[in-house]
């Protein structure tokens, strides 16, 4: 009962020798943890991290009991705890760094000017046909958007083309028993930039419907580690789908595909025109039918 009292005084100390400076430094603390809970809920992290608060309560309970043997496998543990938290959320601290360095903040201090995105309202409205043609014959197909964050990784797994994006190109890519049909297609700033590429498997694969295929796990996979936005067409059904953030949005057609990646690809002016030639697209397609 005196050891809680003696720290009901210690808490009671603390908060009166408090200032201002003191309770941003808590408030600071606190939403620090919040977001680091928050990324590694529901991953192999969470696990991790529960262990580990485990050891530490141990470590708290030796140290008040003068447990020898257990104090010593302790201080063993904790001498190499740091290098081992470093290896065990490797994934989830490559995460936080690749978060941080996309940052708007980020990018101005280090005067990271945006690249410039010409030949992407073309691109845009090349891949939205050539989609819309995949899905009419339910022809599988993925393609990854390369926003900030740098593919090269991922598409040294495949064939380098530096093409012209064009909705015939990617027919042909993607057409059935075609070498390169298998992999995904990579583009950057309206090129394709390399064919038949490996993506990663997402993260919590046993969370995903079962109802998903290959494609479909690559794209949610590709959208975890990076901030690229990936378009799948089912070869089952023919729907067309996006995969954002970890996120599967489905059942799109062409003109929604069109909206949603003028609006996350290119700037506010090129959205306009690009929005413009959609609408007149959009009046053709119904005068037409």
Known sequence: MAFLNDILDNIIGIIKTMGIVDILDILLMSYLAYKLLKLIRETRAEQLLRGIITIFLIFFIVSQFNLRVLGFLSETFFSIALMAV??????????VF???????????LTFNAA?????????VEQIAGACEKLSRSATGAIIVMERQTKLGEQADTGT???????????????F??????????????GVVLAAGCFLPKPQNEEFISKDLGTRHR??????????????????????????????LRRGLDRFKLAEILNREMLSNSDTGSAKTKQKRERKRGSKLA
Not at 222 to 242: F, K, L, P, R, Y
């Open 86 to 95: 470093i290896v065990m959320f490797q994934p989830e601290l490559r995460r």
């Open 98 to 108: 690749e978060k941080l360095g996309r940052a708007k903040v980020v990018q101005t």
């Open 115 to 123: 690249d410039p995105r010409t030949d992407m309202a073309a691109a």
């Open 160 to 174: 380098v083309l530096n093409a012209t994006a064009s909705a015939e190109l990617l027919g042909n890519i993607f």
């Open 176 to 189: 059935p028993n075609s070498p390169l049909h298998d992999g995904a297609v990579i583009i950057r700033e």
């Open 218 to 247: 690559a794209a949610i996979g590709m959208s975890e580690i990076s901030d690229a936005i990936v378009i799948v067409v089912s070869e089952e059904t023919g729907i067309i789908s996006i995969a954002e953030n970890g996120s």
